[in-house]
């Protein structure tokens, strides 16, 4: 036998004893087949039996044979508990193992590093024999924004940061402001991480506010732990917080608004896929759409505006149309008086 279906017997015996129950009346070897066909291996139901035999020979197993079909199942006071990943876990790993990086603190990180690199070993190892262990290589996310690179983050500035949050403790910070262009010495309550694209953002107050804040993480030059407890907004809660549109980059008091606006036949066909709201109505007009919905005002909405310009004209409210006016016609400007025309002056006497 050669050493990769030594290395796939191994593997689908190992699921298979980790599929067995403590306890009587057991599992049948259909029901067996089924499971390890659920976990990528495609075997017979005698090669199951074989296994049953064969493995109770080396661990407690016993098989209940007082009725048909027979059932096998762990004895009872034998550990059922086996060392080693599941493929089925070797999979969530691997798809989940970016994502995790930023976000667990180092300690509880570093205790998964050898259970990552053996998802790794376990899917390289089983992929020439096991389908479902080169699903990996058939599955992709993007995201559907310009995909930029990660920005780079100091990991033990990180680390200093998830200690304050896994403590409830204050932080003292340098932070460099990006709008301002300046860095600011602050003293910061954190409440969560959250991860956004490839950024991670600490959601904080700001001694001596009140107001939840955004703070990307790679923004922080030095992070000291303070001896003093976090102060935590009474009924903060990190999913109705999320949920109220904080991570669309909301203006300070901004709120829901009444977006009326005329779209082309080309973004009604994508809306009509993907609709902003669940309220959202589409209304034939000419050879385009009214669209009407109500959503958060936030940048969020501003960035989607603009990156559909000449498939949507914003009729209201009219401060976000004026707004857009505004940002369009300086784009504009900025390539030089070639692009000048009545569309162009028409905008600047309303603007005017």
Same mark, same amino acid.
């Given at each position: ?16 004893l ?9 599992i ?23 296994d049953?035999?064969e ?8 098989c ?8 096998w199942?762990?004895t ?13 876990e070797a ?7 970016d ?24 899917l390289? !190892? #089983?992929?020439?024999?096991v %389908?479902?262990?080169?699903? $990996?290589?058939?599955? @992709?996310?993007?995201?559907? *924004? +310009? =995909? ?5 983050m ?10 304050g ?24 309550n ?5 991860q956004?694209?490839n ?9 001596p ?28 809660n ?7 549109? !904080? #991570?669309?980059f909301?203006? %300070?008091?901004a709120?829901? $608004?009444?977006?009326? @606006?005329?779209?082309?036949? *080309? +973004? =009604?066909?994508?809306l ?5 709201t ?25 960035w ?13 409210p ?23 025309s ?11």
């Amino acid at each position: 036998m050669s050493a990769t279906a030594t290395r796939n017997t191994i593997s689908r015996q190992w699921e298979l004893l980790r599929s067995l129950p403590a306890r009587p009346p057991g599992i049948t070897a259909q029901e067996l087949v089924d499971l390890l066909d659920d976990a990528g291996f495609t075997v017979s139901k005698r090669t199951v039996e074989r296994d049953l035999i064969e493995l109770s020979s080396l661990f407690p197993l016993q098989c209940s044979d007082k009725s048909t079909p027979y059932g096998w199942y762990w004895t009872p006071g034998a550990t059922a508990e086996l060392p080693g990943l599941t493929l089925s876990e070797a999979l969530t790993l691997r798809l989940v193992e970016d994502s995790l990086r930023p976000l667990l603190p180092a300690y509880l990180l570093k205790s998964l590093e050898p259970r990552f690199a053996q998802a790794h070993h376990k899917l390289q !190892a #089983l992929g020439d024999q096991v %389908p479902a262990a080169r699903w $990996i290589d058939k599955i @992709a996310s993007v995201p559907p *924004e +310009l =995909a930029l690179q990660a920005p780079e983050m100091n990991g033990e500035l990180l680390e200093r940061i998830q200690q304050g949050l896994l403590e409830d403790r204050r932080l003292g910070c340098s932070y460099f402001a990006a709008h301002s262009n300046k860095t600011r010495e602050l003293q910061l309550n954190p409440l969560a991480l959250i991860q956004r694209g490839n950024i991670t953002y600490l959601a904080a107050i700001v001694d001596p506010y009140e107001d939840v804040r955004l703070f990307a993480a790679h923004r922080f030059q030095q992070v000291e732990l303070l001896d003093a407890p976090c102060r935590r907004p009474d009924g903060f809660n990190l999913d109705e917080y999320i949920a109220g549109g !904080a #991570l669309q980059f909301t203006s %300070p008091g901004a709120g829901m $608004i009444a977006l009326r @606006a005329w779209i082309s036949e *080309e +973004l =009604a066909r994508q809306l009509r896929e993907t609709p902003l709201t669940d309220d959202m109505h589409l209304e034939a007009d000419g050879d385009g759409y009214r669209l009407s919905a109500t959503l958060q005002d936030s940048w969020q909405l501003r960035w989607w505006l603009l990156s559909h310009t000449g498939k949507i004209v914003v009729q209201e409210p009219q401060g976000l149309r004026q707004e857009l006016q505004k940002q369009l016609v300086a784009g504009l400007q900025m390539y030089g008086d070639d692009v000048s025309s009545p569309a162009v002056e028409k905008a600047q006497t309303e603007m005017s």
